[in-house]
């Protein structure tokens, strides 16, 4: 199984590990291919995401995509954050193995919740905003 370089990369140095104090909402997701979890931490001013962590009891594969995923969402604003695809995110490391395209999922997944979550906070639902946040939807895993 081949990995790309950024892959490579993103997983030896992921970048946004960790967690955030008093962070404005918290997404828990939970891979149900392989049962790994990926927990994401974010900080909101003004609708922007100004502060993005992640950590993961995941593969190297669900790594390099949060990395990937936090870097591409930090300082962004919450709704383009939603827009944000598994496969956007395996476009920036140019690409994933076939088997481990699941992975991916679960960063993607893992903002969702962690938006909802903000927004619950606020006293807002989130579901017309972000949908539902399901376990696994745009791979072949559940
Ligand atoms: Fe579980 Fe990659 S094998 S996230």
Do not use: W
């Amino acid at each position: 199984m081949a990995y790309s370089e950024k892959v490579m990369d993103h997983f030896a140095n992921p970048r946004n590990v960790g967690e955030i104090e008093n962070a404005d909402g918290i997404g828990e997701v939970g891979n149900s291919k392989c049962g790994d979890i990926m927990k994401m931490y974010i900080k909101v001013d003004n609708d922007i995401i100004t502060d993005v962590k992640f950590k993961t009891f995941g593969c190297g594969a669900a790594i390099a995509t949060s990395s990937m995923a936090t870097e591409l969402i930090k300082g962004k604003p919450i709704e383009e954050a939603l827009k944000l695809t598994n496969k956007a995110v395996m476009e920036a490391l140019d690409g994933l193995p076939p088997v481990k395209v699941h992975c991916s999922v679960l960063a993607e997944q893992a903002i969702k919740a962690a938006v909802s979550d903000y927004y619950k906070k606020k006293g807002i639902d989130p579901e017309p905003i972000v949908g539902t946040v399901p376990e696994c939807t745009s791979c072949s895993c559940g």
